[in-house]
């Protein structure tokens, strides 16, 4: 994915002022900023969500959109959020949605109700089926809210995997958690990515 001079204020209010960004295969990217800084704003613009004022951002392969807020039906059960995506998707099976969820510990509440389910494990579901038709590049927004230790911890080993099968991670967060295990980390700070901190091997 490649993002060339993003622009976007909300009336009076620059938000963004000139956004670069090259998302390579293989990485695990960080973009860090205070409440505030724009960092949804540049999620939703990456996503399609939301048209820039100025700049474009080029796809060269699917992508998948973690939102902030899970956007789930409460009515439905786990299982029944994946037949719905799998045909909106057009999936041939749920293999890899399930993979998926055996790695963040989400397979056990298939026949739960969503909004039975605790803010950690509605994460889950949504990081499932941001994930479940295999994307190039993951945007997430966020992801550890509600996440315990095990999650956390899980929810890293699931990036590990996606890098390590030629697959971009770019998690969008106001604090810098576990910077080592990124690739690059950038700071959006007066509307703009300061140049990345040094690449590190997770």
């Known amino acids: 994915m490649e993002v060339r001079g993003i622009h976007h204020a909300y009336r009076r209010r620059k938000v963004l002022g000139g956004i670069d960004l090259e998302l390579r295969a ?3 990217v960080g973009v860090v900023g205070e409440n505030g800084a ?3 704003t540049l999620l939703k613009i990456l996503a399609g969500e939301l048209a820039p004022d ?3 951002v080029r796809h060269h392969g699917g992508f998948g959109y973690c939102p902030q807020q899970p956007v789930l ?3 439905l059960t786990v299982r029944q959020h994946l037949d719905f995506f799998q045909n909106a998707f057009a999936l041939p099976d749920l293999r890899w949605a399930e993979e998926v969820m055996d790695v963040l510990g989400l397979r056990e ?3 739960e109700r969503a909004g039975n389910l605790s803010g950690g494990t509605r994460q889950k579901l949504n990081l499932t089926l941001a994930l479940m038709h295999d994307p190039q590049v993951l945007l997430l927004d966020e992801p550890y ?3 315990d230790w095990d999650t956390y911890q899980r929810f890293w ?3 590990v995997l996606l890098r390590t099968a030629g697959r971009c991670v770019l998690v969008v967060s106001h604090l810098a958690y576990d910077t080592e295990r990124l690739d690059e980390l950038h700071r959006l700070h007066d509307g703009v990515l300061q140049q990345p901190t040094a690449a590190v091997t997770a």
Do not use: I
Request: glycine residues 28%; proline residues 0%.
């Open 26 to 28: 293989g990485t695990l």
């Open 38 to 40: 724009g960092k949804t």
């Open 54 to 56: 100025r700049g474009w």
């Open 73 to 75: 039906n409460d009515a």
């Open 109 to 111: 509440y298939g026949g």
């Open 145 to 147: 809210q509600g996440f």
């Open 157 to 159: 080993d699931l990036a």
